[in-house]
């Protein structure tokens, strides 16, 4: 009945949970011994781990508003605790496991991407590769698949919908530009 939320702060971040009776805690606060900047987006995965991504370092977060900043990072939290799992992503947004549970997938939105890591032993990420790439006005931010290992985008900015076909064939959904 409670759920992790991700604070997208000025100045700070984190995780917090919230329980059903609005009680909010904290989960997550810092990782390898630094305070989380704002935090975008958290997941749990079927493994019970939760991913965690920091868009920047930077503060405020529109410094990094271009394509040439690579400062973001995925945390992964599980039974051997919080670690930083990749960095130097470019505006790192939304996360999530691939549903055969073998790959991490990110959107480094200002780097107008879509990236992916295998997932090895102890969460450790590995083998990264661009799974897409978008042109001009299509920054990707929110992530979903679809029942044939698709990507669903949602730019921000140009308020596109794309979908990823598994082999990187892009075809654009819905845009109201």
Same mark, same amino acid.
């Given at each position: ?27 997550? *606060? ?28 930077? /503060? ?33 947004? *939304? ?12 959107? *480094? ?6 990236? /992916? ?30 029942? *044939? ?10 308020? /596109? ?17």
């Amino acid at each position: 009945g409670s759920f992790l939320l991700a604070d997208l702060g000025d100045t700070e971040g984190g995780v917090f949970a919230l329980a059903r009776d609005g009680a909010v805690t904290p989960f997550l *606060e810092r990782v390898d011994g630094v305070d989380l900047p704002p935090t975008n987006f958290v997941a749990e995965d079927a493994e019970g781990r939760v991913w965690v991504t920091v868009s920047t370092r930077r /503060r405020p977060r529109a410094a990094a508003y271009r394509g040439d900043v690579a400062d973001g990072f995925v945390v992964v939290v599980d039974g051997r605790g919080a670690r930083i799992v990749a960095d130097g992503l470019g505006y790192t947004n *939304e996360a999530l496991v691939s549903p055969d549970g073998r790959w991490l997938y990110v959107n *480094e939105t200002f780097a107008r991407r879509t990236t /992916r890591f295998r997932i090895g032993a102890g969460a450790a990420l590995a083998a990264r590769e661009t799974v897409a790439t978008y042109g001009a006005g299509t920054f990707p931010d929110g992530l979903a698949f679809d029942a *044939e290992g698709g990507l669903w985008i949602t730019s921000i900015v140009s308020n /596109r919908v794309l979908r990823v076909a598994p082999d990187g064939a892009q075809d654009l959904v819905l845009e109201d530009a």
